[in-house]
T-cell receptor
Framework: EPEVTQTPSHQVTQMGQEVILRCVPI?????FYWYRQILGQKVEFLVSFYNNEISEKSEIFDDQFSVERPDGSNFTLKIRSTKLEDSAMYFCASMERGTSQYEQYFGPGTRLTVT | GQNIDQPTEMTATEGAIVQINCTYQTSGFNGLFWYQQHAGEAPTFLSY????GLEEKGRFSSFLSRSKGYSYLLLKELQMKDSASYLCAVRDTSGGSYIPTFGRGTSLIVHP
């Protein structure tokens, strides 16, 4: 069964450094998403991406964050100048279509630890 | 945004039935999702309701009442592997967004 993959599974970085989290969505999916989940808290939406541009973003997704689809398969989240509070699990998700009845498929996540 | 309320934690016995409730408030309801999330893992899709009524899928069923802003997830014949967090997520398109908002999740502990 096709699945969303993410690398790395765990990233440790120092405060102020830049990190790039990578995702490979399911190949025939058109909509891509990043979510984060701080330990013990709820899943929070960051950004959605369609047709090579951001379609929606939350208040969390400020100038520190950027997304890119550099080729036909990868979808990346860049966090510039990381802060301690960026420590969280980051999930990528993809969806085949944008209409209501389609579900999002989540990747296994990247655990980001900022020290 | 939506107010999504779920119990924080529930416990149940292996083989039993458990019902996890979710209440919500939206201006433009456009679907409710249930996800299962094991500790340290990604959420996995369980069900989607957009019309009132019960959707059954094996041991799991999900019910929706749009007029009451209420849904439940029913798990039958509980197994130890069902111990996980169950996330209710609601889509409200009144503001033009198609992104579902997640509740805090209900941690279900199944014991022998």
């Amino acid at each position: 069964e096709p699945e969303v993959t993410q690398t790395p599974s765990h990233q440790v970085t120092q405060m102020g450094q830049e990190v790039i989290l990578r995702c490979v969505p399911i190949s025939n999916h058109l909509y891509f998403y990043w979510y984060r989940q701080i330990l013990g808290q709820k899943v929070e939406f960051l950004v959605s991406f369609y047709n090579n541009e951001i379609s929606e973003k939350s208040e969390i997704f400020d100038d520190q964050f950027s997304v890119e689809r550099p080729d036909g398969s990868n979808f990346t989240l860049k966090i510039r100048s990381t802060k301690l509070e960026d420590s969280a699990m980051y999930f990528c998700a993809s969806m085949e279509r944008g209409t209501s009845q389609y579900e999002q498929y989540f990747g296994p996540g990247t655990r980001l630890t900022v020290t | 945004g939506q107010n999504i309320d779920q119990p924080t934690e529930m416990t149940a016995t292996e083989g039993a039935i458990v019902q996890i409730n979710c209440t919500y408030q939206t201006s433009g309801f456009n679907g409710l999702f249930w996800y299962q999330q094991h500790a340290g893992e990604a959420p996995t899709f369980l069900s989607y309701n957009v019309l009132d009524g019960l959707e059954e899928k094996g041991r799991f069923s999900s019910f929706l009442s749009r007029s009451k802003g209420y849904s439940y997830l029913l798990l039958k014949e509980l197994q130890m592997k069902d111990s996980a967090s169950y996330l209710c997520a609601v889509r409200d398109t009144s503001g033009g967004s198609y992104i579902p908002t997640f509740g805090r999740g209900t941690s279900l502990i199944v014991h022998p």
